[in-house]
């Protein structure tokens, strides 16, 4: 009963381990407000209230919490200046701006084929309310 | 008050616009579960007990919604063959095949940087409980 497809008979740890740490980078940095910021910030370095009012409709708690998690990641600096009043700028470290780099082709991709999903979808949420003919 | 910096002080709708999409399909496809299962289907088309042995550690209902997500989206079909006993294989569709090329630059930054993300939590949650001296 076993399968002889020798394509796909085999486990492979290699695979498990690959996808778990794509899978927990994307963890990371794949969400919508850090792919935003990273976004922002590849014009160069920016203060929280720039990168704020670039976004739009980020809160300023869920920015906070973004800039501090890829900071953390070593992606991004914080800088604070001893002006009066204070100035905090944030950017890119290289590590940061090497995966700009790799995001490009995936954004590219997600332009060019996010409605062609989005009619999948509708395609098959369509499909699971079936018709009586046929 | 009001910074004169031109290269961030307009406000970018086409950035918005952009990132929202990459979100949004990251949404979809960015977690580990999503992309293991699509690393298996790049092999070829397999049957679901193939592809949860492959995986290793996944659960059959969380199986299950990852195929049915991935189907939904129209990165994979599902073949029902009338053979006794049933059987049913998955395999990527050409939509799908175009975003695992996408996804392979970001596979090996991820690879060749996880360790220096790693090291940066560690360092930043070090500095998190700071020494006396200095």
Redesign the interface.
Known sequence: MA?AKP???G??PD??D???????????I????T??AV??LT??P??FT?IM?????VTHRMLTLTLRGL?????VTRTAYATVPPRVEYELTE?GR??T???I???????A??Q??R???D???ARSEPALAD
Chains 1, 2 share one sequence.
């Open positions: 399968s394509s796909t008979s486990i492979n695979r498990a690959h996808c778990r740490v794509v899978g927990a980078v994307l963890d990371r794949g969400d919508k407000w792919i935003m976004s922002v014009d160069g920016a203060r720039t009012r670039e976004i739009g409709g900071e953390r990641d070593g992606l590590l090497t995966l780099t790799t995001l082709p995936l954004a590219h991709w997600s332009e084929n996010w062609t999903i009619a999948a979808q395609q098959h949420d």
